[in-house]
């Protein structure tokens, strides 16, 4: 995720169970690559294996460039971005546009698995809009190119982040080839992890906004599969000390002007459903230094800590921004054609 996925954070997420942590989309264009963004995108040092790097692109040829330059650095897999909705990617024609012409799908995929020598992977979307959802024939086009998973959120592009996942075209994706099929799209509970997992047969599941503030969401869901049962929440003390050990590693990554800009996101994230978070971001947002940075968080758990053993939410915690809600919509739409918003980030890297 684009502008969420860092090394620190995915190093984050896999030492609290996720099984796999893909990095932000880096642009297939190599004009984008000279900039400190894509040279810290490039950096894995000390990543636990898989280094799994996603590369968004429409041209064949600078595909399989981008392929190979992140194989010499470090990729173990290679991953193909067919799920971006936003305009700036899709007038690039990249992301989930390229999900409206096969013939330029097919032959994407097959520059990209020629030229990695690495296994290559593939998220898409479930069509360019509701009248042609072509899922299944993308799904085959990746399987004959020798892509080795494909990772499907069920919306089209159309539908951005707004209205309900498709399951059944995933689960129908599922059926229709013998690749390793991983399903996504609002799952936000280890009820719903199950539940995604019976209704679609998928091999995996792929969690994208609940691990936001959330990291430890992989632990309770890989518990409640095992298990049946619940993992408590982290303890107050338990969640400080991770957030501690996440910025310690995010300063060292960003450096402390960018690390502590960076850094204010998250901590919105993390403390935005709890009591008193939304003070607490003033006070980040005011905090210019690691040092002010760091002790308005421990001021934020002290004061937590005094009154909660465990991370209480004041709003669920499960509350995720793609309900069929129009100012949602608008808000997203907004943000995805924002040049500083994620997107527009990623293609500046
Ligand atoms: C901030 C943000 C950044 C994202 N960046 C990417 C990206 O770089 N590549 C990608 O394939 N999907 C990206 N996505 C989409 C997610 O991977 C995922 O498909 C989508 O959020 C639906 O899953 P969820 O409901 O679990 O969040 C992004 C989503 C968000 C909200």
């Not at 619940?230 to 050990?245: C, D, F, K, S």
């Not at 129009?326 to 500083?340: I, K, T, V």
């Amino acid at each position: 995720m684009a502008g969420v996925t860092d090394r620190p954070f995915r190093q984050l997420c896999k030492r609290l169970g996720a099984g796999y942590a893909v990095s932000e989309m880096v642009a297939a264009n190599p004009k984008l690559w000279g900039t400190d963004k894509s040279r810290r995108r490039l950096d894995h040092a000390g990543e636990v294996a898989p280094i799994v790097v996603q590369i968004a692109g429409g041209d064949p040829a600078h595909i399989a460039d981008a392929a190979r330059y992140n194989v010499d650095r470090g990729a173990q897999i290679i991953d193909i971005n067919m799920g971006c909705p936003a305009k700036k990617v899709c007038n690039a024609l990249a992301g989930s546009a390229l999900l409206a012409d096969e013939a330029l799908v097919a032959a994407i995929l097959a520059a990209a698995v020629r030229a990695a020598g690495v296994p290559v992977t593939l998220k898409i979307r479930t069509g360019p809009n509701p009248a042609r959802r072509n899922a299944l024939a993308v799904a085959r086009i990746a399987e004959d190119s020798g892509i080795a998973a494909l990772a499907v959120h069920g919306r089209t592009r159309a539908c951005a982040f707004v209205g309900p996942v498709e399951y059944e075209t995933i689960s129908a994706v599922k059926r229709h080839v013998a690749i390793p099929v991983i399903a996504n799209g609002d799952i936000r509970t280890p009820e719903e992890a199950r539940s995604v997992l019976a209704r679609t047969g998928a091999d995996a599941i792929m969690i994208g906004r609940a691990a936001q503030g959330r990291p430890w969401i992989f632990r309770e869901i890989a518990h409640y599969l095992a298990t049946g049962t619940h993992r408590a929440g982290p303890t107050v003390l338990e969640a400080y000390g991770l957030i501690i050990e996440h910025l310690a590693d995010h300063y060292e990554f960003y450096g402390e002007d960018a690390g502590v800009r960076i850094a204010r996101k998250h901590l919105s994230w993390y403390t935005g459903r709890l009591a008193g978070g939304a003070q607490f971001r003033g006070a980040v947002n005011a905090a210019g230094t690691v040092g002010e940075q760091l002790a308005a968080v421990t001021r934020f758990f002290d004061t937590l800590a005094a009154t909660n053993e465990r991370l209480v939410y004041v709003e669920a915690p499960n509350d995720l921004p793609g309900q069929p809600c129009a100012a949602r919509e608008h808000l997203y739409r907004r943000q995805s054609d924002n040049p500083s918003s994620w997107v527009g980030e990623a293609l500046a890297a």
